[in-house]
């Protein structure tokens, strides 16, 4: 059974950071954390040590 997670952050952007929050359908915990690196990676084209998570929060289940 699928449940939501908002995972919220910052990740490097140029010289400065930026904050970002994700709602994903995962799981667990852990592998709604992969998702959330996946997703930032493909979006911003970024390695995993430029994007720092900072909460994951469990939302509901879908």
């Known amino acids: 059974m699928a449940k939501e997670f908002t995972v919220s952050g910052t990740f490097k952007a140029g010289s400065s ?3 970002f ?3 994903v359908s995962s ?3 852990k592998n709604a954390i992969e ?3 996946s997703l930032i990676g493909s979006e911003h ?3 995993r ?3 720092d998570i900072t909460d994951v929060s469990e939302t ?3």
Request: hydrophobic share 20%.
């Open 17 to 19: 950071r930026e904050q």
């Open 21 to 23: 929050t994700k709602t």
């Open 27 to 29: 799981q667990n915990q």
């Open 35 to 37: 998702k959330v690196y």
């Open 45 to 47: 084209r970024l390695k």
């Open 49 to 51: 040590n430029f994007i």
């Open 60 to 62: 509901g289940s879908s």
